[in-house]
């Protein structure tokens, strides 16, 4: 394999694969390619996850929701929730599933809903209802029939840490924050890549022997670096945080997909959705007070009662839809709905006549080890080497025993096996404490609170980092190399520190449903920034029509 020099920024000038998108798709193939020997950097424009990836709904899928319009991706589905339960227990909380009739869902559906699930391999069972109500006081008692299914709750961020780590002790690279910027070409042969350090602003060219594009919703754009027309069709998704978990199981309606039809624990919190729009721009992300009510009245037909609930925070994450089927249609007139959730692994040497270029596009977080090795597959056939993939078979690092799921209760758990109290706890929601936060700062610094967010889920519970925001970014301030966090910030928001933002990316997800408590609670934690830290000008006071009553 090829040697390595490195550039001035500390890029390795060349590389076997070049591999861009540090999503669970980016950080499956690093592993893959890494594990069968081959020298390989991932690039990512933002923090690693900080996609589709980050912003997805948390369910580890059974496959159950494909089973009538898209079989293949039912069958994928099942056979990969076996895998992924098998080298990643830690990332998952086995809350199993259920599919629940209810007075709107169509007959035809809820009954051909176990042959279905059986022509692809999906176990399932009827549940009697007396026993689910008893577990599941919440949900809507005119539910009529209830179908068992595997589905599980799977956390995002450490499964991709734990598929770079895995990666890393093989010699595999991934670099957040290193924006692909020019793919230049020599003929039908891409000669360079330009990187862009987005934290320094300089760039440095590589030269890899192949480039795989891992861009979920922006594959198109970098494909469009090098020349070449991808028709993505990327679709929003926004999803609702509840601030406890209605039910311990995922619920899911039990009909074809449609905006408001699941709601998954995930951690301390529950998260209904999804809706499904085209967009064109995989940048344009709003959650829309629209979006939101259509949520909450199709929610209410799996929990009654959810409309008095309280609302966390809305957020959106945008689906790397691939529309070569619709013939490249994008926009308004579209129905995502219809676009297959399966993947395509698009070798361009065959579609487009460069010979070093591979995407890997569609597909779901839950496929990604699947999505991974059939890429490396393809770009070791191309380097003309010949071994075999071991990602389905060796379990990742940090998977305690390698044979327990997550529980709810492991945090509290290790706190209090530590001595328990306050004193050390930087966040009261999600019992993060001084050393983690501190562990997490050694291993990634530089980074900023978003990034600590995602490492360490500080500011995701109730308080939305009402309380714990001014301690962390204290804390970072005070810890080593103070410098690297201040570059980090220049880059990421002008002239503004850390701390603003985060409260920006927290507030963006609050002012949707800032209505009823969670206005109060709003208005809170701007007293403390605003008023007592003099946080101000930076998170802007909500306008009377943004906030409302909130949607019905
Ligand atoms: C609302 C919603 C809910 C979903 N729910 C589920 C679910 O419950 N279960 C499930 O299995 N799947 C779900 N999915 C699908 C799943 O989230 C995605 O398929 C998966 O996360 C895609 O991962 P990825 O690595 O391919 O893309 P991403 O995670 O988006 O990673 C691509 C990365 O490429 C980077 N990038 C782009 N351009 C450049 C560039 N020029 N230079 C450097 N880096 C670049 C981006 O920053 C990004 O981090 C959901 C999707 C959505 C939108």
């Not at 862009?196 to 970098?222: E, L």
Request: glycine share 12%; proline share 6%.
């Amino acid at each position: 394999m090829m040697g390595r020099m490195s550039a001035p920024s500390g890029l390795p000038r060349s590389v076997d694969v070049l591999i861009v998108g540090g999503g669970a798709t980016g950080a499956g193939l690093l592993r893959d390619l890494a594990r069968r020997g081959l020298t390989a950097l991932l690039v990512d424009m933002g923090d690693l996850a900080s996609g589709t990836s980050g912003r997805y709904h948390g369910l580890l899928h059974s496959g159950a929701r494909y089973i009538a319009r898209d079989p293949q991706a039912a069958r994928e589905c099942i056979v990969e929730n076996a895998v992924v339960r098998r080298i990643a227990p830690a990332c998952i909380e086995d809350t199993g599933g259920v599919y629940v009739a209810t007075p709107d869902d169509p007959d035809d559906y809820v009954d051909a809903f176990p042959a279905r699930c059986a022509a692809v391999g999906i176990p399932c069972t009827e549940e009697p209802l007396e026993a689910l109500f008893r577990r599941e006081p919440a949900l809507n008692r005119r539910i009529r029939r209830a179908y068992r299914i595997p589905d599980a709750s799977l956390e995002p961020w450490q499964l991709v840490e734990a598929n770079l780590r895995d990666a890393a002790e093989r010699g595999g690279r991934a670099l957040p924050y290193r924006q692909v910027v020019a793919i230049e070409r020599s003929g039908g042969f891409v000669s360079s890549v330009s990187i862009r350090d987005v934290r320094s602003g300089t760039v440095d060219r590589i030269a890899p022997r192949i480039v795989v594009s891992a861009a979920g919703a922006w594959a198109g754009r970098v494909a469009g670096l090098a020349g070449i027309d991808l028709p993505m069709s990327p679709g929003k998704g926004t999803m609702l945080v509840y601030n406890q978990r209605m039910a311990d199981i995922v619920v899911s309606r039990c009909k074809p997909p449609s905006d408001g039809d699941i709601m998954v624990p995930v951690h301390t919190v529950a998260i209904l959705g999804t809706t499904d729009i085209p967009i064109d721009d995989p940048d344009d992300y709003e959650a829309t007070p629209a979006e939101i009510a259509g949520l909450i009245d199709e929610g209410e037909k799996l929990f009654p009662d959810l409309r008095r609930m309280r609302i966390l925070r809305a957020y959106a994450g945008v689906r790397p839809l691939y529309s070569a089927d619709l013939g490249g249609a994008s926009g308004a007139g579209r129905a995502d709905r219809e676009i297959s959730r399966a993947h395509v692994v698009i070798d361009h040497e065959a579609r487009d006549g460069v010979t070093n270029f591979v995407s890997i596009v569609g597909g779901k977080l839950s496929t990604y080890r699947l999505m991974a090795e059939q890429t490396a597959d393809v770009v070791c056939a191309k380097l003309g080497i010949d071994r075999p993939c071991s990602t389905a078979d060796e379990v990742l690092p940090g998977q305690g025993n390698g044979r327990s799921y997550y529980w709810l209760g492991d945090r509290l758990a290790a706190h209090e096996a530590t001595g328990g109290g306050d004193a050390a706890l930087i966040c009261e929601c999600e019992l993060v404490t001084r050393p983690m936060l501190e562990a997490f700062v050694a291993e990634r610094a530089p980074c900023s609170l978003d990034d600590v967010r995602r490492g360490t889920r500080l500011g995701m519970g109730p308080c939305q980092g009402a309380f714990c925001t001014f301690r962390a970014a204290g804390v970072l301030a005070a810890l080593e190399p103070a410098a690297d966090v201040a570059t980090e910030t220049r880059a990421q928001s002008g002239d503004e520190d850390s701390l603003v933002a985060f409260l920006r990316e927290r507030y963006r997800g609050t002012r949707p449903i800032a209505w009823g408590r969670q206005l109060q609670e709003l208005w809170l934690s701007m007293g403390i920034y605003w008023g007592t830290l003099g946080v101000d000008a930076c998170v802007p006071v909500p306008a009377p029509e943004a906030v409302g009553d909130g949607p019905g």
